[in-house]
T-cell receptor, first 113, second 111 residues
């Protein structure tokens, strides 16, 4: 049963530090999504890629967030510098196409002190 | 772009009762409607989906109905059990754009 994997599962860091989150999509899925989930905002789409090319990152604060797909098996989300308001659970999801079923990873719980 | 409204935000039922969660969407081009269940501390997981060429789909105790004319779709859970307690998300998507998710419904099933 193929699954999306994410590392780390939990991250506690201090304000100002760089945070890197990693995601391995399901083999054969060419679309990767990054979401942020908080109690107040639900699931927010930050960015998504198709065939490793960024299609939309309008949901991401550009000054501190960046998302890349160095290869088909790895997607990264970086925050530099991190701030307490970035504390949330970050989910990666993958799918066969942009509009098809999305399969979520277990999430990275980020706490910025 | 697409806008998905989900109601109610919280739903409390007694074990054995039925639960219904409703979503409306704005883009008439949307043709794919999945439902996700997210248990506390876990990832959202697909539980059922429907495409625009059918009006209803059933899988054991859960069913989804779609009314394309009115642009709304609903999740029905019968004979609810405590393990059905979770947050449920609806979503809508068209072939040219990514899924748009509703804000979620927290379902609480009391024994």
């Amino acid at each position: 049963d193929a699954r999306v994997t994410q590392t780390p599962r939990d991250k506690v860091t201090e304000m100002g530090q760089e945070v890197t989150m990693r995601c391995q999509p399901i083999l054969g899925h060419n679309t990767v999504f990054w979401y942020r989930q908080t109690m107040m905002q639900g699931l927010e789409l930050l960015a998504y890629f198709r065939n490793r090319a960024p299609l939309d990152d309008s949901g991401m604060p550009k000054d501190r967030f960046s998302a890349e797909m160095p290869d088909a098996t790895l997607a990264t989300l970086k925050i530099q510098p991190s701030e307490p308001r970035d504390s949330a659970v970050y989910f990666c999801a993958s799918g066969r196409t942009v509009a098809d079923t999305q399969y979520f990873g277990p999430g990275t719980r980020l706490t910025v002190l | 772009g697409e806008n998905v409204e989900q109601h109610p935000s919280t739903l409390s039922v007694q074990e054995g009762d039925s639960a219904v969660i409703k979503c409306t969407y704005s883009d008439s081009a949307s043709n794919y409607f999945p439902w996700y269940k997210q248990e506390l501390g876990k990832r959202p997981q697909l539980i059922i989906d429907i495409r625009s060429n059918v009006g209803e789909k059933k899988d054991q105790r859960i069913a989804v109905t779609l009314n394309k004319t009115a642009k709304h779709f609903s999740l029905h859970i019968t004979e609810t059990q405590p393990e059905d307690s979770a947050v449920y998300f609806c979503a809508a998507g068209a072939g040219y754009s990514t899924l748009t998710f509703g804000k979620g419904t927290m379902l609480l099933v009391s024994p």
